[in-house]
């Protein structure tokens, strides 16, 4: 192996590593921002990202990319990056999006959606129902429990675009919204029982009963965000 090749292979070890050091800080930063711990709105300096992670600047660099894509973090002209403010409009948006978007996703997975992919959704919505027996609800979307069945739902529609639209772009800010606003908004026993009909209708490969079941479901916790936003606006005034 000649000299160049060392180097090569010097740059290559190099730069795996910094990748590997961007996608952990990236998790990280993604946990911080979704429980709050980063509050919605809050500047933040890179710099001390930097030294409170013990990283360079280039990994750094990429996480905050990656976060930015996610629509995480936002950079205003003359401030500088913060962690984004969700608001109740911004949110009613996203809802009539991921209504419409995850409704084809349900269609698509019960064409491509398989045996073993099912067994598996079946037994994590026996582990939701032990859960919020448990708890009462209290903690069901704080684990991610709703979200980690939608998020399943949406691989097995096996379409990448879809996919990349709702599991990269819109999940972490749905579950920053639903880990920090409060449980009187939330219907953890309503939507688990919906998610049984719609798995139901997954392995009945039923398409035109998934896609309704699906688009009905969100769009109930979209009016849940609608109505609590005309109440504040009431309030106010």
Do not use: W
Request: with cysteine.
């Amino acid at each position: 192996m000649g000299e160049q090749d060392l180097n090569l292979k010097s740059v290559d070890s190099h730069s795996e590593k910094e990748g590997t050091k961007s996608d952990n800080l990236t998790e990280q930063l993604i946990d911080q921002i979704v429980s709050g711990s980063y509050p919605a709105g809050s500047k933040i300096s890179e710099p001390e990202l930097a030294k409170h992670y013990g990283v360079s600047r280039g990994p750094l660099r990429e996480a905050m990319m990656r976060l930015e894509s996610m629509g995480l973090v936002e950079r205003i002209p003359h401030v500088g990056a913060r962690v984004v403010a969700l608001s109740q409009e911004k949110l009613i948006e996203i809802y009539s999006v991921r209504e419409a978007l995850e409704g084809m996703a349900a269609r698509l997975a019960c064409e491509y959606i398989t045996d073993e992919e099912l067994i598996g959704l079946e037994e994590l919505l026996d582990a939701h129902h032990q859960h919020i027996e448990q708890v009462e609800g209290v903690s069901y979307f704080h684990q991610q429990g709703d979200f980690d069945f939608h998020y399943r739902v949406i691989k097995a529609s096996r379409n990448t675009k879809l996919i990349s639209l709702l599991c990269d772009e819109l999940y972490h800010l749905l579950r920053m919204y639903r880990y920090q606003s409060q449980r009187s908004h939330s219907r953890p026993e309503q939507a688990l029982k919906e998610h049984f009909h719609l798995l139901g209708a997954l392995k009945e490969r039923d398409a035109e009963l998934a896609e309704m079941l699906m688009r009905r479901h969100i769009m109930r916790s979209r009016l849940l965000i609608e109505q609590k936003l005309k109440q504040d606006k009431e309030n106010v005034s």
